[in-house]
């Protein structure tokens, strides 16, 4: 990518900058151990460790259910935490409005309809699609929701041309609510079972990936994570307005279109795999940004992409430990977490409009 000269961060010193991503990473690094030591069976810390390291476990059964169970749930939710924080992290300065994201721009529910539209063509096919194509279904699910987020992406990305801010997320909103309703009329013509399946997928959660899964998710966030990092320089000169980027040498016209491919990435295989999960492409970047206090990529995409991670192992902490005979949806909590995050910024907003300091 090309190399933009700027200006120096503004907020924290150094010595506060190292303070605040020590404390993130060690704020991610024990979300890590206590999703694989709390659940329904506790399991004490160093066994957790020792099992991690290929060590003696005080019990085998253990072994099992870290290895088997948590350990592929928590990366999951690590790398799809830090994925969408990424991704909201990108359309915010791609679209240069902080309350933009995968979610509130339609791009999740355009994955959500092209899962949908891919397991209607299954169906119909008697379940041969994904052979005669020579690919397994996992890859076949990935690739149907990249491809439905991307088009999502496109449609906003030819609006943002046309329209205001306000008008930009009503129809991030319009279009979010129209694949809803798409996909609820294409479970209409699969069968029971197949819609038992959808269902269960649609509603966020980071339990359902097992290590097979991985194989094909961590590597499509791979991708689409170190093509956002090599966009910073050049997100951090599109801050400053299209004509600015240009004049610093970089490609805006490229640039938008890395962009739109490692939102897809990010999060079209994170809904893929997860379901959709609400409020975290919006609200992480904010609070990074809070916590930070710098306008550079540099630092704000590593820690979004650490808060990311934490926050939603965290959330998905919470939503697989009962409370009493009762377990939280994962979304209920990221909905409790990140909406507040939204009317602060649409508050923040009108009172600037104002005129208020």
């Known amino acids: 990518m090309t190399s933009v000269a700027m200006p120096a961060a503004r907020g924290a010193t150094s010595a506060a900058l190292l303070t605040r991503f020590a404390l993130l990473a060690a704020a991610t690094a024990l979300a890590f151990l206590l999703e694989l030591a709390v659940g329904t069976v506790r399991i004490p810390f160093s066994d957790v460790v020792s099992i991690l390291s290929g060590g003696a476990s005080t019990d085998e059964s253990w072994r099992t259910i870290v290895q088997t169970v948590r350990l592929p749930r928590a990366l999951t939710a690590a790398t799809g935490g830090a994925a969408l924080g990424a991704s909201g992290l990108v359309l915010q300065t791609l679209f240069r409005n902080r309350l933009a994201g995968p979610w509130l721009l339609g791009v999740t529910g355009g994955a959500r309809l092209g899962v949908a539209l891919m397991i209607v063509a299954v169906s119909w096919s008697g379940y041969f699609l994904p052979a005669q194509l020579g690919i397994p279904g996992s890859v076949g699910v990935a690739l149907s929701a990249s491809v439905g987020a ?40 699969v069968s029971e079972d197949q819609g038992r399946v959808w269902e269960a997928w649609n509603d966020g959660n980071f339990g359902g990936v097992t290590w097979a899964n991985l194989r094909v998710l961590l590597p499509l966030l791979l991708l689409g994570t170190l093509l956002a990092v090599a966009l910073m320089k050049s997100l951090d000169a599109l801050t400053l307005g299209e004509r600015y980027a240009e004049s610093m040498g970089v490609s805006v016209r490229r640039i938008r279109w890395v962009a739109l491919a490692a939102v897809a990435l990010l999060s079209g295989a994170t809904t893929a795999f997860c379901g959709v999960v609400a409020f975290l492409d919006i609200a992480v970047p904010q609070i990074a940004r809070r916590i930070i206090a710098s306008t550079e990529h540099r630092f704000l995409m590593p820690a979004t992409l650490l808060l990311g991670a934490a926050l939603a192992m965290y959330a998905d902490l919470l939503a697989h430990v009962p409370i009493g005979n009762r377990i939280l949806h994962l979304n209920a909590i990221t909905s409790v977490l990140g909406a507040p995050v939204v009317i602060w910024m649409l508050l923040r907003k009108s009172g600037a409009a104002n005129g208020d300091t």
């Open 150 to 189: 991307l088009g999502a992406l496109l449609i906003m990305a030819l609006a943002a041309r046309r329209v205001g801010t306000v008008s930009l997320l009503l129809l991030g909103v319009m279009i979010t609510f129209l694949a809803t309703g798409a996909s609820s009329v294409l479970m209409h013509l």
